[in-house]
Each structure stands twice: as C-alpha cells, then as structure tokens.
C-alpha cells in the first residue's frame, strides 16, 4: 500500500477542504438573491439588512460551509501522538479519497438546497418529503462507503471505530472492525428503505444505527482483548 505521512496527508486533505468551502462559498454568493427572496425579503433587500431581518439565512447560505470548516479544524489541528503515525500514514490514502466523497457530498448538499431557491414555493410545499428522501438516501449511500472504508483500516485513534481494547489487541480490532463494517453495511442499505417509507424516521434510524454499532464495535473488542488476555495469562 502506498504511504503518505502525516504532514503532507493533512497538506492534501486542507487543499480538499479549501476547494470544497470556496465552491460552496461561490454557490452561496451566486444564489444569495434568489435566497434573499425566498426568505421573505424584498428584491432591492441587500444580504446584511435581510440577515438581520431574517437570521434563517444565515443558515441557508452557509450551514454547509460551516460543517466542513468544523470538520477541517478538528482533522487538522487534532494532535497525532508518535505511536499512532505509522497508522495514520498506511492509512492516509483512504482517508484522502473518504475526505474527497465528503467533500462532494457537501458540495451537492449546497446545489441541492440553493436549487430549492429557484422553484416557486407551492412545488417545494407539494415535494418536501422527495426531496428529503433524495437526499437522505444519498447520505445512506454515504455512509455505507464510509464504514467500508474505516472498518479496513489499521489500528489507529484516529481511523476505524476505536476503543480501549482493540487499541490493544490486533484480533480485538479485527474482530469489531469486522462488526462495525457489517452492521453499519446493514444500517445502511436498510436506511436507503427508511427514507422513502418512513422519511420523518430517517435520522433517528442513522443516529440509533451508529450508536448501536458503535456499542457492539466496544462490547466486541471487549470481550476478544478479554478472551485473549485469559489464554495468554
């Protein structure tokens, strides 16, 4: 596998995140009459005096900026101790190609909701619940490539599913790595279902999803590094 280390991977990873907050910046820039509008300001309504009119759009035009910016600072400027690098650097090939699909993902998400500006209001009324479920199936999607990836990962604080014990064994990580990755592939597929028959549901589904994988990738790893450490005592 090809290694990257950390400092120049965090160097392709800021170059992604840069590109993608500027797209989404422009997108914002470009749609912010239509947006102004459909807020309910006035057409001659400049962007500070609508903010403060109406603070919602502040929230239309830069949510999605912001969640990345958030995702940049903690990717970035998290520090990685000596013993994890060599895992981080094996790593850092599919942590750059996870962070490019995020970052599209972003990007669409921004087109998506500046699209919305351009319909009259009576088709967005009438399609609401569509276009939650595009759009909460594509996150679906998402995150079924994102739990292949971080369950092939090495072991790593800052990549996979980590806990105290499979930090500790290499069966314990193997082993809930494997359960995280099915059960998230399940969540997944089942939630590409959810969101077009029970669309209200979707991301209390996702949310209970991930915290049951996340309890069994810890009651896994548990149990393994324990089962180990009593063979070898």
């Known amino acids: 596998m090809t290694q990257i280390n950390t400092y120049s991977g965090k160097k392709k990873l800021l170059s992604i995140y840069a590109t993608g907050i500027a797209a989404m910046l422009g997108i914002a820039y470009f749609s912010a009459p239509y947006s102004i509008l459909r807020v309910g300001c006035d057409a ?22 912001a969640f990345l910016t958030l995702i940049a600072m903690f990717t970035l400027l998290i520090s990685v101790k000596n013993p994890e690098k060599d895992a981080i650097s094996s790593n850092m090939p599919k942590i750059i190609k996870m962070h490019i699909f995020m970052t599209i993902f972003f990007v669409i998400g921004s087109l998506l909701m500046f699209a919305v500006s351009y319909l009259p209001k009576e088709v967005v009324r009438e399609n609401v619940d569509l276009f939650k479920s595009g759009w909460f199936a594509f996150t679906a999607l998402l995150l079924l490539y994102t739990a292949n990836i971080t369950g092939k990962m090495n072991k790593s604080l ?3 599913w980590p806990t105290p014990w499979n930090q500790k064994s290499e069966l314990a990580w193997e082993k809930s790595q494997r359960f995280v990755g099915f059960t998230l592939s399940i969540i997944s597929i ?3 279902f959810v969101a077009f028959i029970w669309v209200d549901l979707f991301m209390y589904y996702i949310i209970g999803g991930i915290i049951l994988s996340y309890t069994g990738c810890a009651v896994v790893s548990y149990y393994v590094y324990k089962s180990e450490t009593n063979q070898n005592s």
Not at 44 to 65: D, V, Y
């Open 44 to 65: 001659g309504t400049g962007l500070i005096e609508c903010l403060q009119q109406e603070p919602k759009l502040l929230f239309l035009l830069f949510m999605m900026p």
């Open 158 to 160: 800052f990549s996979g």
């Open 190 to 192: 089942i939630g590409m």
